[in-house]
């Protein structure tokens, strides 16, 4: 995997606003959404990480056991509205575009090319520019962007929804007045500038970059802790967006190298508070 500087520079950012790290819901895997709800709530279109969220890493094929969710989705949302925005196929590391090719192919679905891995701001100006280019273009607020990292997925989400003016920006940090606010939906000031809701799956499956995860995990638990309100702001959502949960795979099981670990959920101890 390239080296990230993006990503790299995440907790810097949240060292200034720690709700950058923080989750709308948790979810093991994507057969726990709730797709037609969201779509009743207002959403209109989908963006997915790829590796460890819908396929094997550096595979391009959807995992077996997502047939039935990618599906629903697809009809829910219809076509055009689902997007893969990943780090690799579309990127600079897939100058052919060939993997963006073989990705669409298996998935059904477009790639995002941009130059910038998540969580550029660049690559969110893509995502935006995507949108706003349908015949029906779909607004930040009505998006819901589904990954399994917070440092690239969680904190993408969050900058598709802040104002593209650099200026702005700082001047959100610095606590200056600007022209809107940067909340999410359903949020204290929800009839004002909005942000897409982002989905954290938990789950992964294939071991990658397991220290990373771990780091995350803790960090979100630590800043869901800190801010008054967060975790039941994470509840409701999830008791509004959620089916219940999947069934694990246990380690005697013949697919469990392929499916969700349930050792992940032990380092989730706040996901039970």
Request: aromatic fraction near 8%; include cysteine; charged fraction near 25%.
């Amino acid at each position: 995997m390239p080296f990230n500087l993006p990503g790299t520079l995440v907790p810097l950012y949240a060292l200034f606003n720690p709700r950058l790290l923080l989750p709308s819901l948790t979810i093991a895997d994507i057969r726990q959404l709730d797709f037609a709800a969201l779509r009743k709530a207002g959403y209109r279109a989908v963006v997915f990480d790829k590796d460890n969220c819908l396929t094997i890493p550096h595979h391009d094929k959807l995992v077996p056991e997502l047939k039935d969710a990618w599906r629903e989705c697809g009809e829910t949302f219809g076509p055009g509205n689902v997007l893969i925005v990943s780090n690799s196929a579309g990127t600079a590391e897939d100058p052919s575009l060939l993997q963006a090719e073989s990705v669409t192919h298996h998935l059904r679905v477009p790639v995002l090319r941009h130059r910038s891995p998540k969580p550029s701001y660049s690559s969110a100006d893509a995502v935006r520019a995507y949108f706003s280019s349908l015949s029906a273009p779909v607004a930040p607020h009505e998006l819901v962007v589904v990954g399994d990292r917070i440092f690239t997925d969680v904190v993408l989400a969050k900058r598709i929804g802040q104002s593209e003016s650099v200026f702005e920006r700082i001047a959100s940090r610095l606590w200056l007045p600007t022209r809107g606010k940067v909340v999410e939906k359903g949020g204290e000031d929800a009839d004002e500038r909005r942000v897409p809701l982002a989905i954290w799956t938990t789950g992964v499956w294939q071991r990658e970059s397991m220290a990373m995860r771990y780091l995350e995990t803790r960090l979100v638990g630590t800043v869901e802790k800190w801010i008054d309100g967060a975790a039941d702001e994470r509840r409701a959502l999830e008791a509004k967006f959620m089916k219940p949960k999947v069934a694990e795979k246990t380690e005697g099981s013949a697919e469990y190298n392929k499916s969700k670990t349930p050792w992940l959920s032990a380092w989730l101890p706040w996901r039970r508070a």
